[in-house]
């Protein structure tokens, strides 16, 4: 087999690249290594910056999600009980979408079949080759056949745990790492939400969000230690402990029904430097990881594909000052977006280190928050995404 881009992993990165390069013109092929039902039911994100959904509409994938998401024009912060309305809307004039990464993922895969993107689930011991030389390969095995893949570039869209950074000499890489000491225990539910936007709430017992993915069909997060086992959570304590931390204003409108999926996802920040070795590009989670605060994982794998598809599309058309600005130019947007990331999340979560005087300071600088429109601004500037360009 033979193709211009190579790209690893079906995740939001890959799917939206293939799209990307498609309305460029350039060929590619995903290699996926799960199922097509394991890949569309992995539950995720919900929250699509702008700059997502003008991508999403830029390769035509928008129909359903302007059908049934959810545009939010603000979200309120919680402090013990105490509600603030960041107005996202005014404070920025943009909003985020209340779109599931499950939907997204689902689009992507439909319309790559319907536009005939060579697309293989299940390819099987994914290894890459000659990264560095004009003509990579990519070997696997597919439906019991060992396969090659010959290409120009290979794109490494296949998620924190891939093997596309792991190809990378470790005296070219450079990382970055900080692992929180706790996680999210997260529940979906079909029940109405509790309000009409998200409720980020700090509260001395921790953190809690309150989360939709329509209006009939909630998600919400309360941070557990690292510790804490799902198997200890019954749904009763889960709905217990998430009224505690949401407080009382807003409990009583909280309805419970049976979790639909249950899991806990650790939180951590994290960037591999460079993002580009040889002909070898990585994208989204293969490069770098969000603690989820500041619901930016996915926006971010969106963002590199933007940048790293018209560095190509630049490549083909013979110029290829694109390709090679790709790793400067997206690292940039991601170290953005880590700051923000633990900012918030350091403002947020109650740490084992948190004594009086530093929970002191977090409800010092979220009454801050509260009462300064130049605070909220620059909140609100980087929950909606900072500009792709
Ligand atoms: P993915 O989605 O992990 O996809 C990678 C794909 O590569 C495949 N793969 C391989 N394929 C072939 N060969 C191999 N050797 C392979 N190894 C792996 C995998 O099977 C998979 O299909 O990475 P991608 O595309 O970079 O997308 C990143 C996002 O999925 C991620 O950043 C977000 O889900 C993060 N995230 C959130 N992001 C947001 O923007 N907004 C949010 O509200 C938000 N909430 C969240 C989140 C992540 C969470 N968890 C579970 C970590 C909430 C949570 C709880
Ligand atoms: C979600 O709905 O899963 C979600 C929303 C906002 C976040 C993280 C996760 O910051």
Not at 134 to 150: I, K, M, Q, S, W
Request: hydrophobic fraction near 40%; charged fraction near 25%.
């Amino acid at each position: 087999m033979r193709t211009q881009v190579a790209i690893i992993g079906a995740g939001p990165a890959g799917l939206l690249l293939a799209h990307l390069l498609y309305k460029a013109g350039v060929e590619c092929v995903i290699l996926e290594r799960r199922d097509r039902a394991y890949v569309e039911s992995r539950i995720r994100a919900g929250i699509l910056e702008q700059v997502t959904v003008d991508l999403l509409r830029q390769v035509g994938v928008h129909e359903r999600m302007d059908r049934e998401g959810l545009p939010h024009d603000g979200f309120a912060l919680s402090t013990d009980g105490d509600n603030t309305r960041i107005d996202m809307k005014a404070l920025t004039g943009k909003s985020v979408m209340v779109y599931g990464q499950t939907e997204v993922t689902r689009d992507l895969i439909d319309a790559a079949i319907h536009r005939d993107i060579p697309l293989l689930f299940e390819a099987q011991d994914v290894a890459l080759h000659d990264i560095t030389s004009a003509r990579p390969r990519v070997t696997f095995r597919h439906d019991g056949v060992d396969r090659v893949l010959e290409c120009d570039f290979i794109a490494g869209c296949d998620g924190f745990h891939g093997v596309a950074r792991a190809s990378i000499p470790a005296d070219v890489l450079r990382t970055f790492e900080r692992v929180y000491p706790f996680g999210w225990l997260g529940v979906l539910a079909d029940v109405p939400p509790c309000d009409h936007e998200l409720i980020y709430a700090s509260h001395e017992r921790g953190f809690a969000l309150a989360s939709m993915r329509s209006n009939t069909r909630s998600r919400y997060y309360v941070q557990v230690a690292n510790t804490e086992k799902v198997e200890d959570w019954s749904d009763e304590r889960f709905w217990d402990e998430l009224c505690l931390r949401l407080g009382n204003e807003v409990a009583p409108r909280v309805t419970r029904g049976p979790s639909i999926e249950k899991s806990i996802a650790p939180l951590r920040s994290f960037v591999a430097e460079p993002m580009r070795h040889g002909n070898l590009f990585l994208a989204g989670d293969a490069a770098h990881i969000v603690p989820p605060t500041g619901a930016k994982g996915l926006n971010l794998a969106a963002t590199d594909v933007a940048y790293l598809a018209d560095g190509l599309a630049d490549h083909y058309r013979g110029n290829q000052a694109g390709i090679d600005a790709y790793s400067a130019r997206a690292l940039a947007r991601v170290w953005k977006a880590e700051r923000f990331s633990w900012w918030f999340t350091s403002l947020m979560h109650r740490f084992p280190e948190t004594d009086a005087f530093g929970r002191r300071m977090q409800i010092a600088e979220l009454n801050y928050l509260r009462g300064s429109h130049a605070a909220q601004q620059s909140l609100a500037e980087n929950y909606v995404g900072l500009p792709l360009h």
